[in-house]
């Protein structure tokens, strides 16, 4: 009965090991960083505009809805949404 205990201690001990193992490779490929592909994606700065609005680039980082809730929000503190 002895031997029978052992036997399966050593088989759930080994289980959770390779369970454990197989957890740590995920966190590992979750948690790597991604590379990207070129400067120009990775640096935001590179994207700066003039007091004239030239140079605006449509990239990526360009969204309208951001600049209306800048507006709503501006509004918001200056209270005239009323």
Do not use: Q, W
């Amino acid at each position: 009965m002895i031997a029978r205990l052992d036997h399966r201690m050593m088989l759930a001990g080994s289980v959770l090991a390779v369970a454990l193992c197989v957890l740590v490779v995920a966190l590992v490929f979750a948690l790597r960083p991604v590379p990207t592909t070129g400067a120009r994606e990775a640096s935001p700065a590179s994207h700066a505009t003039g007091a004239e609005g030239k140079g605006v680039s449509r990239s990526v980082n360009f969204d309208p809805a951001i600049d209306r809730h800048t507006e709503v929000v501006a509004r918001y503190h200056e209270d005239s949404l009323r």
